[in-house]
């Protein structure tokens, strides 16, 4: 391991591993619980188990003769020979058996409007949806682009492209044109499904004149843009190109039977950070993918799907709009809400009403919306009935204990009953795991503040050294999966030297997942965030090699580094130090148009919060950059040892050049 990528052991962590609160669950909630000590045990059949699972929680339209073919490793193939249909297990399914009327989604627009969608009138829409998107000639394996703000029509999209097996490639809205352009590109996508925009803060917000600007350059593969009218804003149009979601959803014909796809058909392809420039597209496949979000979305989250009301407050554009929002909720007959807006849009309460006004049951969110709400003040939840709320679950980065806390006490609080306080579970996955795999159980373990403990049933994680030895309780290592599990990423779209480089490279036999981890004395596991390239900002997952690029790629910029600085709201927060070119003036305004310039490479999410322009960048002799040096000076701590620099007096003139 080289210098830039050891674990970091600092204080805080040190102090973590010593939590000794435990939190039980109540004896009324253990006595209801979904999930039982048993099912560990269970797990350890491994595909075995796997295999029950996927009989248990989907309707298959042949059955699987094989739970997992492995000889080809590590490239996976579960359920061998099954076939099965997302969308009817999603939809037809539940109005089949009697459950049509029960509400599938309670959608919440950000100005206050709304509408809810019965499983049945969910069927019935995705059916539409699915006539349409063929009668535009999208066929069983094409892929769709999907560039949606949080409305149902993403998820009637999503479900129409999975009944008639086409691939969909969501592209979050807050990626920039250029971003978007890589993507179709990547996938070579037919179809883009848009809308003209969004709400934002109280104001209209555009994402049409994105898809027009990355399809400006001509060379691409899209056929068709379907355009969902949201906000009403006036939006260009290309004839032959365009068509109003309206225009052709709205007539087709709300008759469709979905056929059985192989379990090994690929569901969707999903793009995320990597080490390198270049976002990788991560593939999901039917059968395990569903199999392992309906366990996890069940037993994760004591699903009790006749009374409870679920909300995921992620965005489609992340996995966890994929995995907990289009998929497991509906594959298991659940109700949940969708909100389309910001939490402070009318108010910083707008969340705490939601609860209130649709009972919600089960919230599940990010620390760094935790870290927000504590900011604005318990005052604001206390003046909303929360009661409703029976699990709490957090995902994305590690939340610190006094997040932890301040959810179970405010949120989870139910009014200051402790014999009542909602469960927290400290959900660990990634785009590439498709599901939960290190997580308390509700009803079963003892919840401690900060740690996501354990692996889930029929999951093998381990912590492992530099040499892939399992480390002893109270030691730190690497994460990394043992075993092959159902929703696992079946490579990297296009490219699967990469998917074996990136993953399966670092130790023999084992997935490695690029995060640090702990076991405490009592073998519980503690994350400890990313011992790669990878920066973790407000829990979306962004590259600090793609930022460096995108900012050199400005004729300002001679050389860049970009570090991930910790921040008390988001996580991390980008920090960037830049040699500008002789020729460019530094003024604030060159920071202000290289931030732009970030926003437009990439996207708005990806801007620096810092940009520093220094006349050097630390290097060892073999030229690579030593980011933990420049952590250090954006984290504001003393420089640590920077003797292995070519030059050790660089780091002198960096600081001698900020204090100017
Ligand atoms: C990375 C994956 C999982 C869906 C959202 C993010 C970090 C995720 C936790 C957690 C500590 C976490 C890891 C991981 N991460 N959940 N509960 N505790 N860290 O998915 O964008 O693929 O990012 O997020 O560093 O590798 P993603």
């Not at 690497?478 to 993953?503: C, H, N, Q, S």
Request: hydrophobic share 40%.
């Amino acid at each position: 391991m080289s210098e830039d990528t050891r674990i970091s052991t600092g204080d805080a962590f040190e102090n973590l591993l010593h939590e000794e609160r435990r939190f039980p669950p109540s004896e009324h909630f253990a006595a209801h619980a979904i999930a039982t000590a048993e099912l560990y045990e269970q797990g350890k059949e491994g595909p075995g188990f796997w295999a029950r699972q996927a009989r248990e929680l989907l309707t298959w339209h042949e059955d699987f003769s094989q739970a997992l073919d492995w000889s080809e490793a590590p490239f996976a193939k579960w359920f061998v020979g099954g076939k099965v249909n997302a969308a009817y297990n999603a939809l037809d399914r539940h109005v089949e058996q009697g459950r049509g009327d029960r509400v599938a989604i309670h959608f919440e627009g950000e100005p206050g409007d709304t509408r809810t969608y019965t499983y049945a009138e969910l069927t019935t829409a995705v059916k539409k949806a699915a006539n349409a998107f063929e009668s535009l000639g999208v066929a069983k394996g094409d892929r769709v682009a999907v560039y949606l703000p949080m409305i149902p029509e993403a998820v009637i999209t999503m479900l129409a492209c999975a009944r008639i097996g086409a691939v969909h490639s969501v592209v979050f809205g807050g990626f920039s044109a250029d971003a978007l352009r890589s993507r179709i590109d990547d996938a070579e996508a037919k179809l883009v499904v848009t809308s003209d925009g969004t709400y934002r803060r109280g104001k209209p917000s555009a994402l049409k004149p994105a898809v027009d600007g990355a399809l400006e350059r001509p060379g691409h593969t899209v056929e068709n843009v379907v355009v969902v009218k949201r906000n009403g804003e006036p939006v260009e149009w290309t004839e032959g190109r365009d068509t109003w979601w309206d225009d052709v959803v709205g007539p087709a014909s709300d008759e469709h039977t979905a056929e059985g796809h192989d379990s090994e058909h690929p569901l969707f392809i999903l793009y995320t950070s990597g080490t390198t420039g270049k976002p990788k597209g991560i593939l999901h496949t039917t059968g395990g993918f569903l199999t392992q979000t309906a366990f996890t979305q069940k037993y994760t989250f004591d699903l009790h799907p006749e009374t409870d009301v679920f909300w995921c407050t992620a965005d489609i554009g992340w996995v966890t709009g994929h995995s907990y929002v289009a998929y497991s909720p509906l594959v298991n007959g659940a109700t949940q809400l969708m909100y389309e807006g910001t939490p402070d849009t009318p108010h910083q309460g707008r969340w705490w009403e939601l609860i209130e006004k649709y009972k919600v049951s089960i919230l599940y969110t990010a620390p760094t919306a935790i870290r927000t709400f504590m900011k604005w003040g318990r005052d604001i939840p206390a003046k909303f009935d929360l009661s409703s709320i029976r699990v709490l679950g957090s995902v994305g980065e590690p939340i610190n204990p006094e997040a932890w806390m301040w959810y179970r006490e405010i949120i989870g609080g139910n009014g200051g009953r402790s014999d009542t306080r909602a469960p927290i579970v400290d959900t660990w996955w990634q785009t590439e795991t498709g599901a939960h795999m290190v997580s308390p159980l509700p009803g079963v373990t003892a919840c401690k503040p900060g740690s996501a403990q354990v692996a889930m049933p029929g999951i093998a994680v381990d912590v492992v050294d530099e040499m892939g030895q399992s480390v002893p309780n109270g030691s730190g290592g690497y994460l990394v999966i043992r075993e092959p599990w159902p929703a696992m990423l079946r490579g990297i779209w296009g490219d699967p030297e990469r998917f074996k480089e990136t993953y399966w490279s670092r130790f023999d036999n084992m997935y490695f997942a690029g995060d640090g981890a702990k076991r405490d004395e009592d073998g519980d596991i503690w994350l400890l965030g990313r011992v790669d390239d990878v920066m973790n900002v407000s829990g979306h997952r962004l590259s600090t090699t793609e930022i460096e690029s995108a900012l050199v790629s400005h004729p300002s910029v001679a050389e860049a580094a970009v570090v991930g600085a910790s921040d008390e709201t988001t996580g991390e927060a980008v920090v960037a130090f830049v040699i500008l070119r002789g020729s460019a003036a530094q003024d604030d305004d060159v920071v202000t148009t290289l931030r732009n310039h970030v926003a437009k490479e990439i996207g708005p999410i990806a801007k620096p919060r810092n940009i520093l322009v220094v006349p050097e960048l630390p290097k060892t002799r073999s030229g690579k950059i030593m980011r933990r040096l420049l952590k250090d000076v954006a984290e504001g701590r003393e420089v640590g040892d920077a003797t292995t620099l070519s030059d050790p007096t660089i780091m002198q003139q960096i600081a001698a050049s900020l204090r100017k």
